[in-house]
């Protein structure tokens, strides 16, 4: 058992370390693909040599950006097959179809394009190039759809039905799980956060452009376009987490629990502000959930339901089976300890079918396959030996979703202060404080990022499919220690790719301040 624990601690980390390496790079190819289409519009429209240059000078690190995010997604897929093979196997009709789709189609798209983007400006015509940039960013968005919808599924599972012949689950509704509201809100939320990124960063290094009093011009005009994609990315972003907010408390309610450290839930639940969490309370002790926290009275309700008087259960509440209406009466629920025994008899099912098939006894399989039909919503809880496995690390899943917020409205700040002062009072982005602080907000919108992804990911444990399959069913027959191997391996290749993208980066930033792109004719 150890073992086990070992394997799947060191695969989930594995996991962890590969999808945080990734994703430092996707949301700067969503936003920043944008932008330098924006930044080419302006330039076929005004045929002017400085946005020509300016565009070229984004797309430069746009490419560098590309290249390396591209690497760190291959052995994302990799590591499915390596270290999760009973998942791939149970849902890999369902979740392998979105990523095919993402690799034959929408990056063959993207990757097309983008050799036009680099090498067709005197190739093709100055309307065929423009389409080709926007197609890039169009394909890098289509890539994340895929790539998202797969992730969404995982959360919230529809589109199946369990084959229990195959021993694996088949896709009876490919549309079901292109539609999901889940995928469609975390496909928004993702790529208008994006834009937000790319944005920050095009302020951030357009205010080392200006700290170095260097092309003045063309950093105004970059954080101008910068600005306005980002401001139109919080906005966006806002409305889809709003939405992802409603799917979570409907769909994932223990992890919106965790989310708050709410252990108990009622009608009219405030939201926490700020809190700092009390280590020793677990869901079977009478612990204060928190040390210190400041509350905004009926905001999660609000949030979770849209009504403020709504009901948002907590991780106890959960447990107990303790749901109730807006208007607090009591509504049927199942215990945690009843969704252990209803997954149970699942399982049992399921051991019943295959004992019947290979005996040939017809009816029995087919009395076991209904068995297992009515109770398999609730499958993966048979795997669990006491309730609170259901429960996900609560500290780093509230941690990190208040790391996300507290940063986010920082950045709302600083794209609203950027935008007044650059149309506004121009020459006050002459001030070192002014530069400092978007130079600054590059290293926390990437916080803010990161710490999306470790709320929805850790927030979900301990299942790799919502409620069906627990990650310590869903592993890889193999030692812990080849696991630690490759663990250690990738965090060398990645970090090293990491370190390679930035010094790029920075000599071609530099470079970049050399050259005069407010005359470009000289």
């Not at 390596?82 to 690799?103: C, K, M, Q, R, T």
């Amino acid at each position: 058992m150890d073992n086990l624990i070992s394997v799947v601690d060191w695969s989930r980390a594995q996991f962890a370390l590969t999808a945080m390496y990734h994703w430092l790079f996707v949301p700067l190819t969503l936003g920043i693909s944008v932008i330098v289409a924006i930044m080419e519009t302006i330039y076929y429209r005004t045929r002017s040599e400085r946005w020509l240059a300016i565009t070229k000078f984004w797309m430069l690190l746009f490419g560098i950006n590309f290249a390396v995010g591209v690497a760190t997604g291959i052995i994302l897929e990799f590591e499915f097959g390596a270290n999760w093979s009973n998942y791939s196997w149970f849902v890999g009709d369902i979740f392998g179809a979105p990523l095919a789709i993402e690799g034959l189609l929408a990056f063959f798209m993207e990757s097309t394009f983008i050799a036009v983007m680099f090498f067709g400006w005197k190739r093709v015509s100055p309307k065929f190039h423009l389409a080709s940039t926007w197609l890039t960013a169009i394909g890098a968005s289509l890539s994340a759809l895929w790539i998202l919808v797969a992730n969404a599924w995982m959360q919230y599972p529809v589109g199946m039905e369990f084959d229990p012949a195959q021993m694996r689950n088949v896709m009876d509704n490919f549309w079901a799980v292109v539609f999901s509201p889940v995928a469609m809100h975390k496909f928004c939320h993702a790529v208008f956060s994006g834009w937000v990124l790319a944005g920050i960063f095009v302020i951030g290094v357009s205010c080392w452009f200006l700290f170095k009093g260097r092309n003045e011009a063309m950093a105004l005009s970059a954080i101008k376009v910068g600005g306005w994609t980002a401001a139109v990315g919080m906005l966006l972003t806002l409305w889809s987490g709003d939405g992802s907010s409603v799917d979570v408390a409907r769909v994932q309610p223990m992890k919106l629990a965790a989310m708050e450290g709410l252990y108990r839930g009622g009608n009219g639940q405030s939201i926490v502000a700020f809190g700092i969490l009390n280590p020793e309370k677990t869901p079977t002790n009478d612990e204060d959930p928190y040390l210190f926290h400041i509350s905004i009275p009926y905001g999660l309700s609000f949030l979770a339901t849209h009504n403020p008087h709504g009901f948002v259960p907590g991780i106890e509440d959960l447990i107990e089976g303790r749901m109730l209406d807006a208007e607090g009466n009591p509504v049927k629920a199942e215990s945690y300890a009843q969704r252990m025994a209803i997954g149970r008899q699942a399982h049992e099912a399921l051991r019943a079918f295959d004992a019947a098939s290979a005996a040939g006894n017809t009816a029995a399989a087919d009395s076991a396959a209904r068995v297992l039909k009515e109770n398999y919503r609730y499958f993966g809880y048979g795997y669990l030996n006491s309730p609170e496995e259901g429960v996900p690390p609560v500290a780093i899943t509230f941690y990190a979703f208040h790391t996300m917020v507290l940063t986010g409205g920082l950045l709302a700040l600083v794209i609203a202060l950027t935008l007044i002062l650059v149309y506004r009072r121009p020459q006050l982005m002459r001030h070192r404080w002014i530069q400092w602080t978007g130079m600054l907000s590059i290293p926390v919108v990437w916080v803010c990022s990161q710490a999306g992804w470790v709320t929805a990911e850790v927030g979900r444990q301990p299942w790799i499919i919502q409620d069906i399959m627990p990650c310590t069913a869903a592993i890889s027959d193999i030692s812990a220690g080849t696991v630690q191997t490759t663990f250690w391996m990738f965090a060398a290749v990645f970090t090293a790719f990491l370190a390679a993208e930035i010094g790029i980066m920075l000599r071609q930033i530099s470079k970049g301040s050399l050259k005069n792109y407010d005359n470009p004719e000289k």
